[in-house]
C-alpha cells in the first residue's frame, strides 16, 4: 500500500489467494435499534396467538367472510414484521472491495436497516446486496464528492453511480480515494 492507513481506522485488509481486500464495516447500531427488534419479536408472538386463534375458527366452520379477510391481512402483517425484525436483528454484511490487476470488485455487503432516516415502508428491509466488477476505464470515473453532509466516494458504472465506503469516515474515504487513484492510475 502506498500510504499507511489513517490512525483508528475502521478499514480491514487481508490477502486472500495473492488478491488484496479492503473490509469497510458499517457503523454499529445502537440498543434502541435492537429494542425496536425485539418488540417486534413479542408482537410476533402476540400475532401467532391472534392467527391460530381465526385460523381454529375458520377450520371448524365457525368463522365468516369478514374473519376470512382479516386473516389475509393478518397474514401479510405478520410476513412483514418477521422480515422486519429478521433484518434488523441480522445486522450488516461490510463493503468488500477486491484490488485486481485488471480492476476492482466491490461487494457492496448489506447495510444496517436505519429506523431514523426511513421514508417509506419498504425502507425498513434495506438495500439488496450487489456484487460488482468494475474496469479500469470505469475506475477513472472515481470521485471523492462534497456534500452538504460529508463527503462521497463514488464510482460511476454505466448510467449508474456507486457509492463505495458508505460505513466509512471521512477521513477513511478520503484515504482510500487517494489509495485507489494511486493503485490504478
Same mark, same amino acid.
Given at each position: 500500500m502506498?500510504?499507511?492507513?489513517?490512525?483508528?481506522?475502521?478499514l480491514?485488509?487481508?490477502t486472500?489467494q495473492?488478491q488484496r481486500?479492503?473490509?469497510i464495516p458499517?457503523?454499529?447500531?445502537?440498543?434502541?435499534?435492537?429494542l425496536?427488534?425485539?418488540?417486534?419479536l413479542f408482537?410476533?408472538?402476540?400475532?401467532?396467538?391472534? *392467527?391460530?386463534?381465526v385460523f +381454529?375458527?375458520?377450520?371448524?366452520? $365457525?368463522?365468516s367472510?369478514f374473519?376470512?379477510?382479516?386473516?389475509?391481512?393478518?397474514?401479510l402483517?405478520?410476513?412483514?414484521?418477521?422480515?422486519?425484525?429478521y433484518q434488523?436483528?441480522?445486522g +450488516?454484511?461490510?463493503?468488500?472491495l477486491?484490488?485486481?490487476?485488471t480492476?476492482l470488485?466491490?461487494?457492496?455487503?448489506k447495510?444496517?436497516?436505519?429506523?431514523?432516516k426511513?421514508?417509506?415502508?419498504?425502507?425498513?428491509?434495506?438495500k439488496?446486496r450487489?456484487?460488482l466488477e *468494475?474496469?479500469k476505464?470505469?475506475?477513472?470515473?472515481?470521485?471523492l464528492? $462534497?456534500? +452538504?453532509?460529508?463527503?462521497?466516494l463514488?464510482?460511476?458504472k454505466?448510467?449508474?453511480?456507486?457509492?463505495l465506503?458508505e460505513g466509512a469516515?471521512e477521513v477513511d474515504?478520503?484515504w482510500?480515494?487517494?489509495?485507489?487513484?494511486?493503485?490504478?492510475t
Open positions: 502506498s500510504a499507511p492507513p489513517p490512525a483508528n481506522t475502521k480491514e485488509f487481508d486472500i495473492g481486500i479492503i473490509r458499517y457503523p454499529r447500531q445502537g440498543a434502541s435499534h435492537y425496536v427488534g425485539g418488540f417486534l408482537w410476533l408472538c402476540g400475532w401467532a396467538v391472534g *392467527f391460530l386463534s +381454529s375458527k375458520l377450520l371448524n366452520g $365457525e368463522g367472510l374473519l376470512f379477510a382479516w386473516l389475509g391481512g393478518w397474514t402483517a405478520g410476513l412483514f414484521a418477521a422480515r422486519a425484525a434488523i436483528i441480522r +450488516s454484511k461490510p463493503q468488500v477486491t484490488i485486481e490487476p480492476g470488485r466491490l461487494d457492496t455487503g447495510p444496517p436497516v436505519t429506523l431514523t426511513t421514508k417509506k415502508v419498504t425502507d425498513i428491509f434495506g439488496k450487489k456484487l *468494475f474496469s476505464s470505469e475506475i477513472g470515473t472515481l470521485n464528492r $462534497e456534500t +452538504s453532509e460529508g463527503n462521497r463514488t464510482i460511476d454505466g448510467a449508474d453511480r456507486i457509492d465506503a469516515t474515504r478520503e482510500l480515494f487517494k489509495f485507489l487513484k494511486a493503485e490504478y
